[in-house]
């Protein structure tokens, strides 16, 4: 209660009470209340059981038979393929070669489609002649540039990261028009008056205010930069070329074993969800909480 003896004393007290409030509102309420086990919890526990289902789902159909073995096996048979590639130490090469071809890809692909998406957001002449095509690329199927790339660079790894680029960088580069669009106009001219040059203005303003849309670009061109690897990886067989996960996919239907193709697309889902959840989903959590948007969270 506030001291009527001492008004300086009383005004501050008022003054932590009402910024006390303030903050109080700006915390959404789910956050105040659920723990950060709580929150690990309700983000692990529905995806473990919707797997547990589909497996069971999948166990059910395979003892009623409606369909042959080699059409559908049995979970136990794929989870035997997963453990014999995991014993011989296959499954490391399948991995690693896929995903360290799909990172540098899609670092590539960022460097490329940053200053890229600047241009035709901020050069209206940049954003005729060249938006239209980004948006037509992003819109292509990434398997059609494989042939192409085959003829232009032969089987090897300037094939692969060629595809990989046409498949991130319209993502990455549309993401980030879309983020500049949504930027209030007064912030750019904020950045004039102080005296901010065009280079200074892009790194300073531009971009952190378009964060979210070019976060959302971003998580889309790496979906791209993976789904254009495994398309590059199916058609461009080579023993210079090491083998991936498109690779052991393609191997395992030449030798028409279902179980191979499931645990391939198992490992390719696997590796998708795992960049998701280790690298986007924690970026996402700290751009929305520090800009407020928790409640989605």
Same mark, same amino acid.
């Given at each position: 209660m506030p001291r009527l003896d001492r008004p300086e004393l009383a005004a501050e007290e008022a003054d932590e009470a009402v910024g006390a409030g303030l903050d109080s509102l700006d915390t959404p309420a789910g956050e105040r209340r659920e723990s950060r086990g709580k929150r690990f919890l309700r983000g692990f526990v529905p995806p473990v059981v919707f797997l547990i289902l589909l497996i069971a789902l999948w166990q059910a159909l395979w003892a009623a038979a409606f369909w042959p073995e080699s059409m559908l096996p049995a979970p136990l048979a794929v989870w035997?393929?997963?453990v014999g590639i995991t014993t011989d130490g296959e499954i490391v090469e399948f991995v690693w070669t896929s995903v360290h071809r799909a990172a +540098?890809?899609?670092l590539i692909g960022v460097l490329i489609g940053t200053p890229l998406g600047l241009l035709v957001a901020k050069v209206r002449l940049v954003r005729s002649a060249v938006g239209p095509f980004l948006t037509g690329l992003q819109s292509l199927p990434s398997v059609a540039w494989v042939p192409a790339a085959i003829l232009w660079f032969g089987l090897n790894d300037a094939s692969i990261y060629f595809v990989v680029l +046409?498949? %991130?960088v319209p993502s990455i580069a549309n993401g +980030? =028009? $879309?983020?500049i669009d949504q930027i209030p106009p007064i912030l750019p001219r904020v950045g004039q =008056? !102080?005296?901010a040059g065009r280079?200074? %203005? $892009?790194?300073?303003i531009l971009l952190p205010a378009a964060l979210p849309g070019f976060l959302a670009g971003l998580k889309q061109g790496w979906a791209f930069s993976w789904r254009s +690897? !495994? $398309?590059a990886e199916l058609i461009a067989l080579s023993p210079a070329l090491g083998k991936g996960l498109g690779a052991y996919l393609n191997e395992g239907s030449s030798f028409n074993s279902m179980e191979a193709v499931i645990s391939a697309i198992f490992l390719i889902l696997l590796v998708g969800v795992g960049i998701e959840l280790i690298v986007f989903r924690p970026l996402e959590r700290s751009v929305l909480r520090a800009r407020g948007l928790t409640a989605s969270l």
């Open positions: 035997d393929e997963l +540098l890809g899609f +046409l498949g %991130s +980030l =028009v $879309a983020g =008056v !102080m005296g280079l200074s %203005s $892009a790194r300073h +690897l !495994m $398309a």
